[in-house]
Nanobody
């Protein structure tokens, strides 16, 4: 399984970005896909997740109401719409997929998101 993340960039506080994760290869049997982020000097953390069928989105508290994860089934693409961005959202964002709950074994390269104050 290959994942290709894109869509990062530089945005001002309050702005929006949409990240995309194109998934290819042996997608049959995938359980879920998630977005993680890693800020400088901090550990990588899950931000949002969704089942491979596009159901049961879940978010960490700090992004609830601002971020939306979704899947375009026809394109095998998962999106992370990020609104009302804050400087604390600055990080490298990664998409990841797995074949069972809370186990992400396939990773894409990161995409940098920088929110200026």
């Amino acid at each position: 399984v290959q994942l290709q993340a894109s869509g990062g960039g530089l945005v001002q506080t309050g702005g929006s970005l949409r990240l995309s994760c194109d998934v290819s290869g042996r997608t049959l049997g995938l359980y879920a896909i998630a977005w993680f982020r890693q800020a400088p000097g901090k550990e990588r953390k899950s931000v949002a997740s969704i089942s491979w069928g596009g159901l049961n989105p879940a978010y960490i508290d700090s992004v609830k109401g601002r971020f939306t994860i979704s899947r375009d089934n026809a394109k095998n693409t998962v999106y992370l719409q990020m609104n009302s961005l804050k400087p604390d959202d600055t990080a490298v964002y990664y998409c990841a997929a797995g074949r069972r709950s809370n186990s992400y074994i396939y990773w894409g390269q990161g995409t940098q998101v920088t929110v200026s104050s």
